[in-house]
């Protein structure tokens, strides 16, 4: 079966994907509610306790959240380094069986193989993922989807981590005039956003893909977007032809809202 994978919300407010092979149901964070999750997953007809497993890339709310509300369903496996674990863990009243991957290794669940990188943003040790299915042979063919959202700027390492992945999930935060003219933060919040350690804006995501001609993506989404320091139409208009005139397709992800479902 090919990759299923479907983008649940985005944005401030929270963060989780839900990705799916023939045998194996993931979230990759999980940045809601548990009772808001599992009204997501109720949308698109799934159900939060046929879920197997929880990728989380750091210990912010809007990307784990939902940890809080999981005593309910141990069944799930919630996988993180040990200094994001020890963070959200530092929160709850119930323990977690926590699965622990060191930052930069490659690990397997069930048909999945998992591998980190480090990335840049002001969080104990936030990683990205790129998550591959299938034994690149006729018959299973290797499919493999890259998540890089909350990062500030793209290291090297980073870049060549997310070259060979057929599908791209990566932020498009801010734009940078919109957020100069904002009014509602202070100084000190829209430096943190705009630092090395805060968010990618639509021009360093649009420089980061430039940056990599080789790549092989068949689609790219963009997702984290400022409700008010970004919009679709923004980040349209700073990536939309680079994308378009490699014959690579793109989806935009509003503030608030999800994907449609993705196979590939």
Known sequence: MALRFRILGSGSAGNSALLQTDNTRVLIDAGFSARRLAGLLEEHSEKLECIDAIFLTHEHGDHAAAITGLARYPQIKIFANRATAEKVQGGLKHRIDWQ????????????????????????????????AHGEDDLLSPRRSLAWLTDLGH??????????????????????????????????ATKQRISGRHGHLSNAAARELIESLTGARWRHVFFTHLSRDCN?????????????TA??????VVTAGGGSAAFEF
């Open 246 to 251: 490699r014959a690579c397709g793109f989806s």
């Open 154 to 187: 793209a290291p090297q390492h980073v870049r060549e981590r997310i070259r060979e992945a057929d599908v791209l999930v990566i932020e498009a935060n801010h734009c940078p005039l919109m957020l100069e003219a904002d009014t509602k933060r202070p100084w």
């Open 100 to 131: 622990l991957f060191e930052t930069g290794s490659t690990f397997r669940f069930r048909d999945l193989e998992i591998s980190s990188f480090a990335v840049p943003h002001d969080a104990q040790d936030p990683v990205g993922f790129l998550i």
């Open 231 to 243: 919009s679709p139409a923004a980040v349209e208009l700073a990536c939309g032809a680079l994308l």
